[in-house]
């Protein structure tokens, strides 16, 4: 047993960037790698010749298990769903081996796949699995998921335009942190690109829009609206969240919020504020 989990330790990280990326919610990753960790305990361990490959593939078809349900969940949401942002800044590729498939705006893009093409980028873009391990993991033949990371990838990156620097972005956000303040409606628009999106997740629990916001005039007057209530007593930290700049906004020391931006060379593509105080558990 001491050997399994120093094994399982080893992973770990990987297991849960799967997880994370399949699945978009960090508790919900790790209810899930618990799970993994629990039948690992109960295997027969020593006919397992490649435990790392093993517990992958475990972790891989869980999660496409879990997503099925989770998206019968979503159905019923209160308003809009969006990811559960998590901090990266001890790990910024979330246990993987390349940063792709975490950024908040790839990840609500990734909503819209199937579960099996939602596996195949994942394990393949992120992780670096060679097509024909993933072939075993997803039980298909080689060629069949050619097609899914394929289909998957031009998807994910036929629908949005190439995005900034972190830096550019970072300077982005706080602009726009400040415009939104003040409630500088020119300074919004500026920022703005003209197909602009501002998202709001309060599942219910929260007061929050229940539908998304479009284009740069509406998307400026919907957040000079609520500057004078919104704003009251906030302080903002600037971090890393999902690989890329966040604004974390506390009120008297609670995290109230998480703003993550989407920017092009146009300008702010999407704003998304994560106000769900369950999705802020990761982050407080």
Not at 14 to 43: H, K, N
Not at 50 to 76: D, F, K, M, V
Not at 246 to 263: C, K, P, Q, S, Y
Request: aromatic share 8%; with cysteine; charged share 25%.
């Amino acid at each position: 047993m001491q050997e399994a989990t120093r094994v399982f330790a080893e992973v770990r990280a990987r297991l849960f960037g799967i997880a994370y990326r399949m699945l978009g919610s960090a508790t919900e990753a790790e209810d899930l790698v618990q799970e993994v960790w629990v039948r690992w305990q109960t295997a027969d361990r020593a006919a397992v010749l490649n435990p790392a490959a093993y517990l992958a593939t475990a972790t891989t078809r869980l999660a496409i298990n879990a997503l099925q349900s989770a998206r019968a969940r979503r159905e019923t949401y209160v308003g809009p769903w969006l990811p559960e942002p998590v901090d990266t800044s001890a790990d910024p590729y979330l246990g993987a081996e390349r940063g792709e498939a975490l950024e908040f705006a790839v990840l609500t893009l990734l909503e819209r796949l199937t579960s099996n093409e939602r596996a195949a980028y994942v394990l393949r873009e992120a992780f670096d699995y060679p097509y024909a391990q993933i072939a075993d993991i997803l039980a298909l033949k080689e060629p069949a998921v050619r097609q899914l990371v394929s289909r998957a990838r031009r998807r994910v990156t036929g629908e949005r335009r190439a995005p900034v620097s972190s830096d550019e972005q970072q300077r982005l956000l706080t602009a726009f942190v400040r415009a939104a303040r003040t409630g500088d409606l020119a300074a919004l628009e500026d920022l703005f690109a003209a197909d602009v999106t501002s998202c709001s997740d309060g599942g219910g629990v929260v007061r929050a829009s229940r539908f998304a916001v479009h284009g740069a005039t509406r998307v400026a007057r919907y957040v000079r609206a609520f500057k004078d209530r919104f704003w009251v007593d906030i302080d903002v930290e600037i971090a890393t969240a999902n690989g890329q700049p966040a604004a974390l906004l506390r009120r008297h020391g609670t995290l109230e919020a998480v703003i993550l931006l989407d920017a092009s060379e146009e300008g702010i593509e999407q704003i998304h504020w994560v106000m769900n105080p369950h999705k802020l558990t990761a982050l407080s």
